[in-house]
Nanobody, 118 residues
Framework: QVQLVESGGGLVQPGGSLRLSCKSS????????MSWYRQAPGKERELVAL????????KYADSVKGRFAISRDNAENTMYLQMNSLKSEDTAVYLC???????????WGQGTQVTVSS
């Protein structure tokens, strides 16, 4: 059974920080492209950040560049998203995705709520 479990969300004031975690099981984690998406009510699901499985390249949405950092620990089958200088616009459900492109396999976590408010 494939599981992706997010954690680390919560309520934080503007300018604050959070670290999200996504722990996987049931997949060969090191082979998968891992990414974070977010979705706010009434908004499209948005790619926030991605980390590739081989060369480790990372990509970020323009809106989070310089503030967020994605990383992965293959030994722990876990992906992280360090979120700094949070803004109210960052409020959303943050979702973990694992993708194996050659097999067109995608798995999603259930999400963790991040609320940025004073």
């Amino acid at each position: 059974q494939v599981q992706l479990v997010e954690s680390g969300g919560g309520l934080v004031q503007p300018g604050g920080s959070l670290r999200l975690s996504c722990k996987s099981s049931g997949i060969t984690f090191s082979r998968y492209t891992m990414s974070w998406y977010r979705q706010a009510p009434g908004k499209e699901r948005e790619l926030v950040a991605l980390v590739a499985p081989f060369n480790g390249i990372t990509k970020y949405a323009d809106s989070v560049k310089g503030r967020f950092a994605i990383s992965r620990d293959n030994a722990e089958n876990t992906m992280y998203l360090q979120m700094n200088s949070l803004k109210s616009e960052d409020t959303a459900v943050y979702l973990c995705k694992a993708r194996f492109p050659w097999a067109s396999e995608e798995y999603w976590g259930q999400g963790t709520q991040v609320t940025v408010s004073s």
